[in-house]
């Protein structure tokens, strides 16, 4: 539920890029004041969806088992996750091990 009551869903597209399913024209731009006023809305700037818009990039999470003990340390899981692109970070439990 948004915090002004609308039921607005976000959708991750990729990159920084986030589709808010639900979201009202005139809400849309109540958010653009608030970042122009203060500086404080969680957006840098919105724009109305249209079927041209991509994403560089998209953030995906890799599951990776089987992985030999001897192996188990950053540098071996950033050759085994980059045959999938770039990591970006490695969850905490996976470097506590």
Known sequence: ????????RP???GGDMVLLMGLSDTRAEDLCREEDES????????EKWSP???SGF???????WGVPLHAWNMENIKKIAGVVGEVVKIDDDAVDL
Do not use: A, N, P
Request: hydrophobic residues 50%.
């Open 1 to 8: 539920m948004w915090d002004r009551g609308e039921d607005v």
């Open 11 to 13: 959708k991750y597209l």
């Open 39 to 46: 500086g404080l809305s969680m957006f840098h700037t919105l």
């Open 52 to 54: 041209t818009m991509k």
């Open 58 to 64: 998209r953030l995906v999470w890799v599951l990776c």
